[in-house]
């Protein structure tokens, strides 16, 4: 696992930016994981600057949402499909039928977490998946004690995580939905490269705890430690509980030229 510790969020987004410019750059029908929430806004913000100053497009990619809200009506502001639309697709050229998310507003909600892995897998699986962490620990929304091999299925969130994501719905907690169709940890490690972004106090416990270990279901970032390519890029605030931080600096800061996150 490598550790990129920046001094800012802006700082930590071009450090994700350069590797997802040289995905679309390297590889004719690249394959996007997009997480939503705050962490990976600043990204976001850098790609769009990159495309409308023509350095990059993604006229030939696919993306990917790592999970939805069940129960949220096509186009309801906080859908994440509508979110990462409003950040960052609709202002790229992203073509519209190239954006896929669990249909998380159907009945068939197993049916609709099966068809969500075949699609992923018809497209040969993913190039870059981008994550953020919860407070607890969670990535997608794998509460704590996940299974680190489960597949895309619903998961219900735990009171931790809708008190953290009512702040998108005006603080009310009651609005913000139980149920989520997730990608499962087995599901997000199966991508070739996997970017954690994390910033804030809020996130120093949660990332110590997943780069130190111990592997456990009870944090499942720390699953990333079973994944050959995992960046964890982090800000200085995010980093104020992790042990060795010189040791990242310093092996951030001498990387040979020609080695990428
Ligand atoms: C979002 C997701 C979640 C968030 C996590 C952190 O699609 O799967 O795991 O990444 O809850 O959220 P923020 O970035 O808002 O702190």
Known sequence: MEIVITPDPQAAAVV????IERLLLNNTEPVLGLATGSSPLPTYQELIARYRSGRITFANGRAFLLDEYVGLEVGHREAYRTFIQRELTDQVDLPANALFGPD??????????ERYEQLISDVGGIDLQLLGIGSDGHIGFNEPTSSLGSRTR?????????TDNARFSDDDISAVP??????GIGTILEA???????????KARPIAQAV???LMAMMPASALHLHPHATVIIDEAAAEELS???YYREAFANKPAWQHI
Do not use: F, M, W, Y
Not at 16 to 19: G, L, W
Not at 154 to 162: E, I, S
Not at 178 to 183: A, D, G, K, S
Not at 193 to 198: E, F
């Open 16 to 19: 994700a930016a350069d590797a």
């Open 104 to 113: 998380g507003n159907t009945v068939e909600l197993a049916t609709a977490a």
């Open 154 to 162: 619903l998961k219900t969130l735990t009171d931790a995580t809708r």
């Open 178 to 183: 139980r149920h989520v169709l997730t990608q």
């Open 192 to 202: 070739d490269h996997l970017i954690l972004l994390a910033s804030g106090a809020s």
């Open 212 to 214: 130190v270990g111990p």
């Open 244 to 246: 060795h931080s010189d």
